[in-house]
């Protein structure tokens, strides 16, 4: 078991004053077996009320209403947790999908389609020319082999970089350009899963790993629905199974509807805005 603390600090600076909309939080993990959160606080600079509830796919979800206009808002989130994932291999899948191809159970189709169903349709024939290289119609491989040869084939062939741009590249332009920030891999990842009809989802969350270029910084990752097993992550950026250094706030079908601060403002004349976020994850004597 590990103890961890996270502290990430979102800060919006403007010229003028300006009137704040509604502010969408995913900043808390999601708590599990694996998972336990020890000790948590939010602190906004304005005048606010919070309220918090569970999505349809279980996070937790702050609604941050701020109730005074202002020219700077700062929103910070220490969490302390307890970390019990420490053999992220150690799963067993169900015999009947040991083997790619395999076909989902009745219940289990109606359950998965919207992590089955494609983002960028448009994409499918590059997909399609991608995904060749690792199983073609009328071979047999086994699925965990498949999974992880994908996986690792992002971080061979595709340069890592930072995008300070919102949103996620569609899958064709990583391919066309040959670079792309984690939650770009985890988009590429997650819709050749499902070009193969297996079902996947986006995960955002942090990563504490001091050996890697993403440690202390948000980060995103998938996972695929293997029957047995349950949800399984994959680290699309470092190659790896997620385990004991991911530490999920969201899950959704879309890789972009899980920023962890999203929220708007109205100003009555031209501002100038800028934005910062720092974020430290650390391990602490327990």
């Known amino acids: 078991m590990k103890r961890i603390s996270i502290q990430h600090a979102t800060e919006y600076s403007f ?45 937790s979800v702050g609604v941050l209403r701020l109730t005074e206009r202002g020219t700077h808002l700062r929103i910070a989130s220490e969490v302390e947790l307890e970390h019990y994932q420490t053999r992220p291999l150690d799963f067993i899948v169900d015999e009947r999908v040991l083997t790619f191809p395999f076909v989902f159970e009745p219940e289990d189709r109606l359950d998965l389609l919207p992590y089955r169903t494609h983002i960028w349709p448009n994409n499918i024939d590059s997909l399609k020319q991608w995904v060749a290289q690792f199983w073609r119609p009328g071979q047999s491989i086994e699925t965990y082999v498949l999974l992880t040869q994908m996986s690792q084939k992002i971080v061979s062939e595709f340069q890592y970089r930072m995008r300070e741009d919102p949103g996620v590249q569609a899958p064709i332009d990583t391919l ?22 297996l079902a996947a989802r986006f995960v955002s969350g942090y990563l504490h790993n001091p050996g890697s270029t993403q440690h ?51 100003s009555h004349q031209p501002v100038q805005t800028d934005m910062s976020v720092q974020v430290s994850v650390r391990e602490i004597a327990g």
């Not at 993990?29 to 606010?48: C, F, Q, T, W, Y």
């Open 216 to 266: 202390g910084s948000t980060h995103a990752w998938s996972e695929v629905y293997l029957p047995g097993a349950g949800w399984i992550g994959f680290d699309n950026t470092s190659g790896q199974v997620a385990g004991a250094a991911h530490i999920a706030t969201a899950v959704h079908r879309h890789p972009e509807a899980v920023p962890p601060v999203s929220g708007s403002f109205v």
């Open 176 to 197: 066309t350009e040959g670079s792309g920030s984690c939650r770009d891999f985890a988009a590429l990842f997650i819709e050749a899963c499902r070009y193969l009809g």
């Open 15 to 59: 010229s003028e004053p300006v009137e704040f909309r509604e502010h969408r939080l995913l900043l808390r993990p999601r708590e599990g077996h694996d998972i336990r959160i020890v000790a948590s606080k939010l602190e906004v600079n304005l005048a606010h009320e919070l309220k918090w509830y569970r999505d349809v796919y279980g996070n």
